[in-house]
């Protein structure tokens, strides 16, 4: 917590109380935020359970959107990795790096996509340029983001989710040399996921650009419509997952198959959401086949 107080393991205990003699909501002062990522405070949530009567988690969450954030990637590590000795903390630190690679996934795709019209001219010196460029930009995004990561924990801007007490960490960070100050503060992986999806559109934008220089590119008329129809899909499908995150089981507290059958139903539910929208806007099957 921003504080410098440590949060236990069942952050529940925050709201209603530890149930094993821990001290509870008693040892934190309405100030301690105990949600880094929408800025949410024991006063501020205290004042919504006043005010509004919320008596579970959910309707905590829904009425103050502590616990909302940064949570997308969790369901999915959790169901994947969390068993035996990989604790629920492990989960939160691998969600980050899949959660800052998530937002590269439109360029790789996309990469894959360009790269066969360099093939067919038998160009494989241009692909190479390109990630080569890229890969240069990704090690210099990776001190960037680091840097910046580094400096938001210092100074108690962002906190990972489920961190232990960092003062200690944060204390021996500043004392050491920059190479080990980055070994003892966690979460700062998510700066090389962020920094891996940034170079991945220098790629695509790249190669993207060396085509439409050469002539090989050239648009043709319906991609405005296409792509304002899938924007607006992709948004009702993220809109769905996030209700049924909402209204979802904590996946790092619950047992294996609970986990499986609720990502199973997440995932069926976002392929729904994205098709009918689609289907909506009018797009039909036969516009994917070749003209």
């Known amino acids: ?33 105990i949600c880094s990522c929408n800025g949410v405070t024991k006063g501020a949530i205290r004042e919504a359970i006043a005010a509004n009567g919320c008596a579970t988690v959910a309707e905590v969450k829904a ?29 939160q630190m691998a969600a980050l790096s899949v959660f800052g690679l998530s937002f590269g996934l439109p360029a790789f795709a996309l990469v894959k996509v360009v790269l066969p019209a360099f093939y067919a001219r038998q160009d494989t010196r241009t692909p190479v340029k390109a990630g080569v460029a890229s890969l240069i930009a990704n090690m210099v995004f990776n001190f960037l983001f680091l ?16 961190a232990p007490d960092l003062t200690a960490a944060i204390a021996a960070a500043q004392s050491s040399s920059p190479f080990t100050a980055f070994s003892k503060l966690p979460g700062l992986h998510f700066a090389l996921g962020m ?42 499908m993220v809109g769905m997952l996030l209700v049924g995150l909402h209204w979802g089981p904590d996946f790092t507290a619950v047992g294996a198959m609970t986990r499986i059958l609720w990502l199973a139903g997440l995932t069926v539910a976002g392929v729904i959401a994205y098709g009918a929208a689609m289907w909506a806007m009018g797009f039909r099957l036969r516009e994917l086949h070749g003209h």
Not at 201 to 222: D, E, H, I
């Open 147 to 162: 840097g910046v990561l580094w400096y938001a924990v210092i100074r108690h801007l962002w906190v990972p989710t489920g």
């Open 195 to 236: 920094a891996s999806a940034v170079a991945s559109y220098l790629n695509l934008m790249l190669l993207w650009r060396w085509l439409r220089k050469a002539g090989v590119y050239q648009r043709q008329p319906g991609w405005t419509r296409f792509l304002l129809r899938l924007g607006a899909a992709c948004a009702v």
């Open 63 to 91: 009425c103050t959107r502590a616990g909302t954030g940064c949570g997308g990637c969790v369901p999915l590590v959790a169901t994947l990795f969390q068993y035996g000795h990989y604790t629920p903390f492990d989960t």
């Open 1 to 33: 917590m921003r504080d410098g107080g440590a949060a236990p393991e069942r952050p529940h205990e925050l709201l209603f109380g530890a149930s094993a003699g821990g001290d509870g909501v008693d040892a934190l002062g309405d100030e301690s935020q």
